[in-house]
């Protein structure tokens, strides 16, 4: 009994030691079938459809998206090759994201590797000796294409005016298929049921996922519908609430009311006045925020200490909430925006998440001085007005990048009237909005 213990214990360490001296990566044999964009391919290996990650590369110098990507296609045709894949420790390769992750490629027609061809290319650049997965950063780049100059074609102009046009005929045909009604109809199946409505905690987690979502991939799909964080504020008979504070700034809001004269009583407006909550805007199928005689159109609200939406809050002191009426123009769909890069200077850091920079050359989709909204740093820092004045410090006047989101009409996407920006790149930094605060933050909140 104990002789085979030992025995087993035995094995145990020799098959563990024998994964841990494994190489960082394995080889498998398949082809190289097309290229999806720059840093990731389909493949096939092991008679299995693949996409697949390319390394790591840093330019050091701008490089063109569009020419670099031509080039790419052109000179690596589908062949056979090599694949040197990240593993999982057990000799697998390893899958994150629905990826395989490659430190390199072999080309056997071109009887070279994929960094070699870059480098044959004239390409200047230096490679990551670790995976895109285990570099939050890198693995931006790779959603958003991270510092790499933005070039926009006319042609490419041209077709994508042709895929809008297309799809707002399909828009006009196609019914809805998409009921909302409330703050729980525009996310997933069970993310917010009623048993966990009562864990605040996890309501928050969610809710800001959902609010990041239409973001973090390639191309920006937004719900009908946005979340947008604030304190409620007077209450009227109409549905109007004013003195309302949302996401720092103070618009006038309107919900639907029952219809019965004399509904609203003063214990109601005193129990939802300076609660904070969650407001549900309605946009219009074009993505712009739907307004009626000055006021935004709140869907529904989430009050976050009753743990309530509008019709759970309305039933509560014994109302019955009105459907809401669905206008032709309301969108009821996912709605796709576009990109517009513009060249910019910045000027100043206005909010944690809002900026004001300068556009030098004229646009019909900007103002010559702009405030921007652009994306919070992931860590806070421990002092905004010592951040601010040494990010400005170091960047004011900076030359600077603006990819704008563009609505399906053409014109500049607003949350509450202000543009937002997907990107701010800094040209001389060759780098990104967000890895200088992440930097900045780092370095002031080490010294604290």
Known sequence: MIKNIVLSALLLFAITSAYAAMPATIKESGTWDALNSFQVIQA??????????????????????????????????????????????????????????????????????????????GYKFTVSNKPAYEDREAFKNIVYSRGIDESKRESDKKRKEEEKEKARKQRKEKPPTRRIETIYDVLPPGVIPPATRKDIAEINRRIENMKSRPYETKDVEIDPVRWASGVCGLLKEDGTITGAKVEGRKPQIKIRVPDTKGWLTPAMIKELEGARCEFMLQRDYNGHEVTENGAYLIRDLYLHKLKLNWEEWLEKNGLKCPDFENKPTYAQQPIVLDTEYLPAVWVKTLAIAACGVTFPKKNVLVKEKEMLRVFPPEVKPVSFKNYAKAFDEKYANCSIGVTLLICPDNKPYTELGQKRALRVYFSDAGTNLDVLQKELIKEQNKKK
């Open 44 to 121: 096939t290996i092991n008679k299995q459809n693949e996409k697949v990650c390319l390394p790591t590369v840093e330019f050091t110098s701008k490089v063109d998206m569009e020419q670099l990507q031509t080039e790419l296609k052109t000179g690596i045709q589908k062949q056979e090759a090599i694949f040197n894949l990240y593993h999982d420790g057990i000799g697998r390769p390893k899958k994150q994201g629905g990826m395989l992750y490659a430190s390199d490629v072999y080309l056997k027609d071109l009887k070279m590797t994929y960094t070699g061809f870059l480098s044959k290319l």
